[in-house]
């Protein structure tokens, strides 16, 4: 029996309907358009029904130019650098918009302030998504909101955010939660959080840090409505995040697990 849904490009999402399978590409483009349309193509072959990018700006969250991000497998590079080259300007979201559209694949992205959003509305995407990291900034949140288009919110449990907002705003009718364990790999996927959240808003995904598949495929089997998770090409390319995302095979296994609930 269905329950709660909204609708995203012609999808049902919520009780009772198959979850939307979401491959983040994050940085993992390393700044280069070939390789993210690559992982477009590789996300759809592999079954997924939404690609994810993020239209940042590094001046809204890099304040310390000299910050070096060390992943500790061997990749080191000043934040400042390293999010400049993987900024995506306008031009570059059209072009992988008008891609995905062709591959039949939902494009959206994640904004860090109210002109991205803005960008992301005139290119006509049918999803906003925040990032964990603007949990608790309502200011940009509620500008999402406004825009009368179905919004994706990752929590942000640990590293001194807020664990959950109860307000009106956060219990909107047209509103996904993702749960999400902020570390990269998370060691564990914190299940008795996701059935808090459950227990708190009405649709809830979840939102995959840790390594390999089995995670994503349980969140699936307990109710997720959306399961997002980091895509890469080859783990051993050169980046901050390719080393514990999912590749090709992997993302292929999650899927067919998932949709063999259905």
């Given at each position: ?10 999808r ?7 979850p939307i ?10 700044g280069d358009m070939g390789i993210?349309?690559?992982l ?12 994810k990018?993020q239209?940042?700006r ?7 130019r000299?910050?070096?991000y060390?992943?500790?497998?061997g990749?080191?590079?000043?934040m ?14 059209a072009?992988?918009?008008h ?6 694949i ?5 904004p ?6 803005d ?7 049918p999803?906003?998504?925040n990032g ?8 940009l ?7 009368k ?5 990752s929590?942000?449990k ?17 509103l ?8 990269y790999?998370?060691?564990d ?8 959240l ?5 649709l ?5 840090h840790t390594?390999?598949?089995?995670a ?6 307990l ?12 783990k ?6 390719h ?7 992997e ?7 998932i949709?063999?609930m259905?």
């Amino acid at each position: 029996m269905a329950g709660r849904f909204i609708e995203i490009a012609g999808r049902k999402v919520g009780e009772g309907y198959p979850p939307i399978i979401s491959a983040e590409v994050g940085l993992n483009h390393n700044g280069d358009m070939g390789i993210a349309i690559a992982l477009m193509f590789e996300a759809k072959r592999a079954g997924c029904d939404a690609v994810k990018f993020q239209n940042y700006r590094t001046a809204d969250f890099v304040k310390n130019r000299y910050t070096t991000y060390d992943n500790g497998h061997g990749f080191s590079e000043p934040m400042w650098s390293l999010c400049q080259r993987c900024e995506l300007a306008y031009e570059d979201l059209a072009l992988l918009k008008h891609e995905a559209d062709k591959l039949g694949i939902i494009f959206h992205s994640t904004p860090t302030s109210r002109e991205g959003v803005d960008d992301l509305v005139k290119l006509g995407v049918p999803v906003l998504k925040n990032g964990a990291d603007y949990w608790e900034n309502e200011f940009l949140g509620d500008y999402m909101l406004e825009q009368k288009i179905p919004c994706v919110f990752s929590t942000a449990k640990g590293h001194g955010y807020s664990d959950l907002w109860t307000d009106e705003a956060h219990l909107h009718p047209s509103l996904i939660v993702l749960h999400t364990v902020r570390e990269y790999p998370a060691k564990d996927w914190n299940k008795e959080r996701f059935y808090l959240l459950q227990s708190f808003y009405p649709l809830v995904g979840y939102s995959d840090h840790t390594i390999g598949v089995d995670a994503a495929i349980e969140a699936a089997r307990l109710g997720a409505v959306w399961i997002e998770f980091h895509l890469t090409l080859e783990k051993t390319l050169p980046g901050p995040d390719h080393w514990y995302s999912k590749d090709p095979n992997e993302v292929s296994k999650l899927v067919k697990a998932i949709r063999g609930m259905e």
